[in-house]
């Protein structure tokens, strides 16, 4: 999720996450603050507030059953639980620039496993990276020249920034950042942070980003720690350039595309050192000095109204799009539209709903190699997801949704998957 993985929570909020991210994904969906669940415990939020110290807290439910498909039928609940501190160090200590820390713990079984769902993308984007505590964001964002220019290191991650898209469906095909969803082994979305460096420059909505992260699996080790210093791999550099439009009234809008490298060792999904298939010979899989990949993000109100620069009522349009290296990525493309109706219902306050459709397409490359070891065809997998959501309190979102998951894990002849779930997000 994004708190970030939209920008991963954005301060809480949350985040595949904030999210991932959700979280920092599911403050972008708001116009203005959220109450809290908690509220001003005993008064130290606000005094915390009068320090420039921001104290949030979330936690993030998603409940699912498959009432078709798969090998058998189960309900799970999954969550997430995390608390941040944001400093806003212009009132600390008279500098433009902000420090960001968060942890947050995962838990309960992904019902894609307990079913035998065999899908490529979860049905619940909660799930994931292990049942333990991380600390999930700990940076430092240092602001230049009315902050045109800005600059972003420490325990971070690419979700954040890179990519970037809400949290609002229960689906991970329409959940955080693309990248992350999709080359899994390298790229780390939400809640899993590694050491990393953004600079960003923008002017009048136009912006330019580049970001370096370190690659390093004991990243993904199931233990808390500050960070680590040994194991890494390589660099994942990511750059994406994008343009953001209107304003408070009007239609906002926000355009992007990038791409990334990975510097790190690769094993060719196909071929042997000898260059070879490597599912006949046996031998090792000849290694790829790289790994690459682009992508394209868009998103346009068409109807409604905004405020603060996002959308409170009427039609948003998204369409997500990603090729990643054919060489070395078992899943090389994704394609993902839909839309968001904000306050459909008359005397409903903060109420939406949201339509998606995913293509996730398995690499023609890696269903050679399994053709030859003799297993059935793969293609793409089709996922449709259609949810409500309501606050019946200010601090609660309820999200019911329906998911269906035509031919689940690309496999043309493997009975379609539906899910009926509930996202709940609670603001602590």
């Not at 603050?33 to 420039?52: E, F, I, N, Q, S």
């Not at 806003?88 to 008279?94: C, S």
């Not at 979860?122 to 049942?131: C, K, L, M």
């Not at 690459?292 to 997500?320: M, Y």
Request: hydrophobic fraction near 40%; proline fraction near 5%; charge should be neutral.
């Amino acid at each position: 999720m994004t708190f970030s993985g939209r920008q991963i929570v954005a301060p809480l909020l949350m985040a595949s996450s904030v999210t991932a991210a959700a979280q920092a994904q599911e403050s972008a969906d708001e116009a203005t603050p959220a109450p809290t669940m908690a509220g001003d415990v005993l008064g130290l939020r606000p005094r915390l507030a009068d320090a420039g110290i921001e104290l949030t807290g979330h936690y993030v439910a998603e409940t699912a059953w498959n009432f078709s498909g798969g090998q058998r039928q189960d309900v799970t609940e999954t969550g997430e639980f995390g608390i941040g501190l944001q400093f806003d160090m212009q009132r600390i200590a008279g500098t433009d620039g902000s420090f960001q820390a968060t942890m947050t713990y995962r838990h309960g079984p992904q019902l894609d496993t307990k079913a035998g769902l065999g899908t490529l993308q979860e049905v619940q984007e909660i799930y994931g990276r292990g049942r333990t505590w991380r600390l999930t964001q700990f940076w430092y964002e240092q602001r230049f020249a009315n902050g045109a220019i800005a600059v972003k290191a420490g325990r971070t991650a690419p979700s954040e920034d890179f990519s970037a898209f809400s949290c609002t469906f229960q689906n991970l095909s329409f959940c955080g950042s693309q990248p992350g969803n999709i080359v899994t082994d390298y790229w780390y979305n939400w809640p899993v942070s590694q050491w990393g460096l953004r600079l960003r420059a923008a002017h009048r909505g136009v912006y330019a980003q580049i970001g370096v992260y370190e690659e390093n699996p004991r990243n993904l080790d199931k233990s808390f720690t500050i960070g680590r210093f040994k194991g890494a791999t390589g660099a994942l550099i990511p750059i994406e350039l994008g343009l953001t439009r209107g304003g408070d009234g009007g239609p906002v809008g926000s355009y992007k595309i990038g791409g990334w490298v990975s510097t790190a060792d690769a094993p060719d999904l196909f071929l042997d050192v000898d260059r070879e298939p490597a599912i006949l010979t046996g031998r090792a899989p000849l290694q790829r000095g790289s790994a690459h990949g682009v992508w394209l993000a868009v998103e346009q109100q068409v109807s409604g109204r905004s405020a603060r620069g996002a959308s409170i009522s009427g039609v948003s349009v998204f369409f997500n799009a990603l090729a990643a290296d054919r060489r070395t990525s078992r899943i090389d493309n994704q394609i993902v539209a839909g839309l968001f109706v904000r306050d459909p219902l008359p005397g409903v306050a903060g109420d939406m709903v949201g339509f998606g459709v995913a293509r996730t397409h398995v690499n023609n490359r890696l269903e050679r190699a399994e053709l030859l070891a003799g297993q059935p065809p793969r293609g793409a997998e089709y996922a449709f997801e259609l949810f409500y959501g309501f606050k019946p309190v200010g601090w609660l979102d309820l999200r019911p949704n329906v998911q269906w998951i035509h031919h689940p894990g690309g496999r043309r002849d493997a009975r379609a998957v539906g899910v009926a779930g509930l996202k709940a997000v609670l603001r602590l």
